[in-house]
């Protein structure tokens, strides 16, 4: 009788261990859960949006008349108003705002670079560019303007890549599978910034050293929201 109760209780604390493994298996599940559906409703904001700004940006597209420039490797400039077509040309009015790499709200020191190129379809660009250099903003007393000469270093499905032996700067637009990339880069030597091996130099920059080779980029580039441009089109 005795080993019968023995027997009994220990099934009975089995059953309880089982019960209360089960509670806490369940606990566990359950906060995995709610800590999960924050990323899950997160996921699928983004989702959202991103479904949003290509509609926008097919919009944009469609509002635009140019279908050589939309084609392009200029298509993002153009939809974002830093190209204007002239007759026989293609004014470009190239400002950056952004002169610390890693920030991403202009700031109060501006860079603007204007030029033209001769308007061809396909698009091609000149080997040799005559460009206005303005710099205006903090520190800046007097708007400081200058010309220079910029010379094609490459040109490709991927970018083109400009050197100006006078400023010791390179102009460089990327492409990047759907994203293109503006950079300015001062203080630079010629071949020094190479398409092929761009993100690379990039990321190898040290950006508490005075001499380095951070470039400016352009606000208006990390935009986003393309009713922006619908709205000034």
Excluded: W
Excluded at 166 to 189: A, H
């Amino acid at each position: 009788m005795r080993v019968a109760l023995i027997l009994v209780a220990c099934i009975l604390f089995s059953c309880g261990e089982k019960k209360q493994e089960d509670k806490m298996i369940e606990k566990v599940i359950t906060t995995k859960e709610e800590v999960n559906q924050p990323k899950e409703k997160l996921l699928e904001k983004e989702q959202r949006l991103e479904k949003e700004r290509k509609e926008l940006r097919q919009k944009l597209l469609a509002s635009k008349p140019d279908e050589n420039l939309k084609n392009s490797l200029l298509a993002e400039l153009y939809l974002r108003n830093l190209i204007h077509r002239n007759e026989e040309s293609l004014e470009f009015n190239l400002v950056f705002d952004l002169h610390g790499f890693d920030c991403g709200a202009p700031d109060c020191y501006r860079t603007t670079i204007k030029f033209n190129i001769p308007y061809v379809n396909p698009i091609s660009f000149p080997k040799t560019i005559l460009f206005s250099f303005t710099e205006e903003g903090c520190g800046i007393d007097k708007e400081i303007l200058r010309t220079g000469t910029f010379q094609l270093q490459e040109e490709s499905e991927i970018g083109v890549n400009y050197y100006s032996k006078s400023e010791q700067s390179n102009l460089v637009i990327q492409k990047e599978g759907t994203q293109t990339n503006l950079y300015y880069f001062p203080n630079t030597t010629e071949g020094k910034v190479q398409l092929k091996s761009l993100n690379q130099f990039i990321e190898s920059i040290d950006e508490t050293n005075k001499e380095n080779n951070a470039p400016y980029t352009s606000g208006i580039m990390n935009i986003h929201d393309y009713s922006v441009f619908l709205q000034n089109n």
